[in-house]
């Protein structure tokens, strides 16, 4: 046999990403705690090599869609776009959370390492043309991710949460891994591509392929933590340290972006000979879609319902992500109208809009709970943020206009983003959804200008100042002003979606 080696200009990045974070694994090991900045400073240079490298790659290949390893992997604009984004995520938090694990010893060699190979498992999983590669990324997440939150090793709720999240991690990988095998049973193939072009020509069994598409949904379901799926994210936001939350609650959702498209429609929109939708993908479109509409409906109502009753920051937040990524899915679901896919990209721009847009709002939301806690104090409550504006009219501001942002109020981003999502599932004459969406975001609006409220209308409980590092103050300031900002001028960012989702 002729073994032809794979072109890795492709894999690039990823191939710089693993030798530089175990490189960092090695000199951590010598660096002695005072000079922990180190190992802080070359991560944060590893993942600016990247992003260097991820921007040579796109423009090494011409724009064009690149497959290598036997088609397995992929680089195109979204995935690009996606991972240039995932380095800045990854990069806030480590930002963010330099002063928070320091005070409480948490800032050893170890959570740079499992952070950039999380970082690794997310650049694999956002480029995964086959189901193979696509399970191994997220796994390397998940194992990540899990360490992550048991890093305090002396907290019991850390320990337990770790659990909860093994556990239940472990049951959803056990679905989509039965998904999987139930699509090859059905087309022969673990190839996302070569399914849908084996869809398009009707060469597959349609029955087992929907059963398979149900435990797939389900799988990316658990990910982006939507109902019924959602059980592990309050109780897993809540007792991690607020640092690792901050990593769980924001650079993974664009990766869980970045699934659900391959699979839902790279992997099942296959033409026909004619260059129409096929009748299998049609009929396979109109049942994903259902199953979305049933999730994003559910996530919508049970997050900002049960959210109004939390006096926990963390777990407030956490059925906010619920609910939010309920909103997320409505783009996603008006794709794909009787066959239509006129529009399909219209609504991927806005659904990848909303993505970018709500990790940006989370980086800044529990970057201010960082902010707020300190040594041998967790600002963990609401009424931790009473009084804010006495102790700092400035991030009293900047929250301000986060939770303007999150409840989708102008000039915010997030008035735009929810604005974008609902003209697309207008579009698909889906108007009862958007309707429902307009009433559930209504009810989480109070949650968010409860935070206002505390802040602006209450005196302090804590009368410290807040002196945050130079370069965390910095980033959170820009963090917040983005928001406005990118709600102000969102043309650009939203051209940069769609010129990113033409090229799926």
């Known amino acids: 046999m002729n073994f032809t080696p794979p072109e890795l200009m492709p894999a690039y990045p990823e191939i710089l990403l693993l030798i530089l974070a175990s490189l960092i694994l090695l000199v951590d090991l010598f660096v002695s705690e005072a000079r922990r900045w180190v190992v802080y400073a070359l991560s944060l240079a590893t993942l600016l090599g990247c992003a260097l490298l991820t ?20 680089v195109d604009h979204m995935g690009s776009l996606l991972k240039l984004l995932s380095y800045l995520a990854v990069a806030a938090c480590i930002i963010y959370s ?58 019991a709720r850390s320990t337990e949460a770790a659990m909860k999240y093994f556990v ?48 797939l949904v389900s799988g990316f379901a658990f990910k982006l933590g939507v109902v019924p799926f959602h059980m592990w994210l309050p109780d897993v936001y809540d007792g991690a340290p607020s640092a690792i939350t901050l990593i769980i609650a924001t650079a993974p959702k664009l990766a869980a972006f970045a699934m659900s498209v391959r699979l839902l429609v790279n992997g099942t929109l296959g033409f026909d000979a004619q260059g129409q939708l096929s009748a299998t993908a049609i009929e396979l479109a109109t049942n994903w879609q259902q199953m979305l509409i049933i999730l994003s409906v559910l996530s919508m109502a049970i997050g900002n319902l049960v959210a109004i009753s939390q ?43 909303y993505a970018i847009t709500y990790v940006l709002m989370s980086l800044g939301a529990f970057g201010m709970v960082v ?7 967790e600002a963990e409550h609401l009424d931790d943020f009473k009084g804010l504006n006495e102790r700092s009219p400035w991030f009293a501001f900047v929250m301000l206009l986060l939770m303007f942002s999150l409840a989708g109020l102008p000039p915010t981003v997030g008035f735009f983003a929810k604005y974008s ?7 698909a004459d889906r108007l009862w959804l958007a309707i429902v969406a307009v009433l559930f975001s209504l009810i989480g609006a109070f949650y968010y200008l409860r935070i206002v409220k505390l802040m602006y209308f209450d005196d302090p409980l804590d009368g410290a100042p807040l002196a945050p590092r130079l370069d965390m103050g910095v980033l959170l300031s820009a ?9 102000m001028f969102p043309g650009p960012l939203m051209a940069l979606c769609f010129y990113s989702i033409k090229s799926l």
């Open 55 to 74: 921007a040579a790659v796109g423009q090494a290949t011409g724009g064009e869609v690149t497959y290598t390893f036997n088609n397995m992997f992929v």
């Open 98 to 155: 330099r002063s928070y694990l320091a005070d409480r010893g948490l800032l050893r060699g170890e959570y740079f390492v499992l952070l950039l190979f999380a970082l690794l498992g997310m650049m694999v999983m956002i480029s995964a043309n086959h189901f193979l590669p696509l399970y191994l990324g997220l796994e390397l997440l998940s194992l990540c991710q899990y360490s992550l939150v048991a890093l305090n090793r002396d907290s």
């Open 168 to 215: 239940l991690g472990a049951i959803a990988s056990g679905l989509l891994l039965y998904g999987m095998s139930m699509m090859y049973g059905a087309s022969g193939t673990l190839e996302i591509t070569e399914l849908a072009r084996r869809i398009g020509e009707g060469n597959v069994n349609k029955t087992v392929l929907l059963f398979g598409l149900v435990f």
């Open 311 to 353: 006096t926990n920051i963390k777990r407030m937040l956490a059925y906010s992500t619920i609910s939010q990524m309920g909103f997320l899915l409505l783009g996603l679901l008006a794709g794909v109208v009787g066959g239509n896919v006129l529009s399909a990209a219209d609504a991927y721009t806005a659904s990848l809009f």
């Open 371 to 377: 902010l707020l806690s300190r040594a041998g104090f």
């Open 421 to 427: 999502v609902l003209l697309a599932v207008v579009q």
């Open 479 to 487: 963090n917040g002003l983005a928001v406005l900002l990118l709600g």
